[in-house]
Nanobody, 125 residues
């Protein structure tokens, strides 16, 4: 059974930083590509960032490029999302997800096989 557990969300002022973590158990971690998605109230879930299985390839949605960084530590079975220069429009529930195709960084939620429970990020103006 694969489990994903996010942590690190919270309340921060605009311009501040947070680091989200997602611990994964159940299979060899490097056999997954990993992604972060977010969902704001009344909006659809959207792709934020993705990283392939060996960490050599990353992808970001345009609105977070230059502010967010995705990384992974395969020895710790953990993926991270460092979020800097946060804006009120970044407020959402953030989800990590695992894709059984480790070579890709898909932006499509249906490509991901396992999901965490989500962690709330709130950015005040």
């Amino acid at each position: 059974q694969v489990q994903l557990v996010e942590s690190g969300g919270g309340l921060v002022q605009a311009g501040g930083s947070l680091r989200l973590s997602c611990a994964v158990s159940g299979r060899t971690f490097s056999s997954y590509a990993m992604g972060w998605f977010r969902q704001a109230p009344g909006k659809e879930r959207e792709f934020v960032a993705g990283i392939n299985g060996n960490g050599g390839k990353t992808r970001y949605t345009d609105s977070v490029k230059g502010r967010f960084t995705i990384s992974r530590d395969n020895a710790k079975n953990t993926v991270y999302l460092q979020m800097n220069s946060l804006k009120p429009e970044d407020t959402a529930v953030y989800y990590c997800a695992a894709d059984l195709a480790p070579w890709r960084t898909s932006v499509t939620s249906r490509d991901y096989n396992y999901w965490g429970q989500g962690t709330q990020v709130t950015v005040s103006s």
